[in-house]
């Protein structure tokens, strides 16, 4: 069969090119690849030194934390490059016309069973990105961008497991 | 030169500036390949969709080749750019946890961030975990500090760690990515679905 | 002939493929660009910008500033004879070897070059400089000069300006605190009215910053 299916999406390789393109602009702008998690990092820190700011002194976290970065935690290269991303991904939604609320399930489930998993997910998420200093944008695709070792080992334990763990939760998608 | 603002062509405010529209340029892409559908990015997991593997190694292999040639070029220093420390025991265990958390949250955080531009309910939900998440591992810190910062082997780069040049290494990465595509299509063909 | 069509796909492989080959062909560029432009080098050197007095670096000796890094630019031997306080030996031909670019690549210290005259350590200075290292400077007039200037100040005549005398008299508390010629009475008051006629030291230049990166 030769018909390339219709797709609704960019095709993949020419998106992969872009996002290529785009993590050779931020080496090249800033000396810095894309990320995500430390964004996330750096606004609990916020959070946490605006409602408790004694904690925040206190616990070895938070200080250590300050004591690599000064000035506000928000105010960092990865929290405006997050910000960026919802924009963009906005902008495609419009222009994609994908723009839409819900709670995207494999209909075999309910909505709060995906909805608990996502959430779960998440946590699980949030934990480990700090043990891995990065996510998949920050460490797995930045790192291999550079051809760093641990972002090639987090890339390989990241896609591994979740191969390795495929079998036992899909339910939630097949 | 690149990198710019390292070699102070840029300031830093405009470095920040940059930032955000490289944010905007990377959550375009990301949405346009459909990474904001957790479904999707579920796909190359069970077969019927690896946009994941696709988008993912064509990035960092055009990401590789880019730096590498415009390192060639004189155009940038590549000594100058952030290379991801390596400490041994945390990624591992970071990378096996995160792995859970991909397959049971079908997003990573990037991903969410789109989803959620969209309007997805269950990226919105998927953040919020991140957050309970940093958070957890934020106040449990002194449990695993020590863990946390094992085995630090320095900022290596894998040619210099197998000592291979980078080029080699780049070409053995691109095969193999290569062999991947083809097995993706074939499984993607074994596995159909409609598109989600 | 088979039908070969070009999907994505393929296309997308070629295209990797062979500028992965070229890229694994061709060998790294390992030369280290200059950072600065030629205009930019002779424009320091009109200036002389990177001279120190005697005198600035025997006051940041006699205080122990932390940020004096003197350099010994003659052959090992010359240096094991007589070096000043503090100095390390680089050799001028082993200048390149990269055990030293911890030296100089970073701007807390400022390092000073020494050889007996100044034409060691400015072709080091010249050279570092172009590289893009910051905190470099050279000695005014090596240590044939200091030798005559701190360790053995000449009393000046009595017709010399005010400052004339001052500097003299900085000489003198500097040579004692650091151990040189005429034996002038010890004790910490020569040290005290050495620093007194204070000379400005240069502050070092800010580095280029490293980055931070990943997801922190």
Redesign the interface.
Known sequence: M?V?KKSKYM?P??A??LLGLVVIAANFI????V?????I?SAVVAGVETVAPAHAESAKFYKEFSE??EGSPLNSW?VYQMLGVLVGGFVSGVISQRLTWKVEHNPKIKSRTRLIFALTGGILFGIG?QFG???T???AL??MAVLSLGGFISMMAIFGTAFALAWFFRKLWI | ?G?L????IISENTNLLLAFFIGIGFGFVLEQAGFSSSRKLAGVFYGYDAVVL?VFF?GA??AM?GL??L????VL?LN??????TFLVSAILGGVVMGAGFIMGGYCPGTSFCGAAIGKIDAMIFIVGLFLGVFIFAEGYPLWENMYKATFLGSPRISEFFGI????F??MV??A??LM??GA?WAEKKFPREEY | MK?F?L???K???IV??S???I????P??T?T?Y?LSAEQILDEIKSGTQYMEPEQVAQMLVEKDPYLQLIDIRPVNEYEQFSLPGAVSIPRDNLLSPEYTEIFDQDVKLNVFYGNGTTQANEAWMLLRQLGYQNIYVLQGGLNYWAEAILNPTPPSNLSSNDELARYDFRKGASQALGGGTGLAAGNDQAASASKGKVPAPKPAGK?????????
């Open positions: 030769s390339s095709n390789y020419l992969g090119v800033s000396g810095r690849s990320g995500a998690s430390g964004a990092k690599g970065h990865l990105s200093r990065g996510c944008s920050g460490s930045s790192g | 030169m990198p603002v390292i070699n102070e696709k064509t292999i055009t080749l590498l040639f390192s060639l070029f004189g220093d100058l750019v952030y290379v991801n420390e040049s980078e080029g080699i780049t070409f691109i095969l990515a290569v595509f083809w299509e | 039908n069509e999907t994505p796909r296309l997308i492989s990797l493929l500028l992965g080959l890229i694994a062909a061709v790294k560029n030369t660009p950072k280029k910053k490293k980055v931070a990166g990943g997801c922190s």
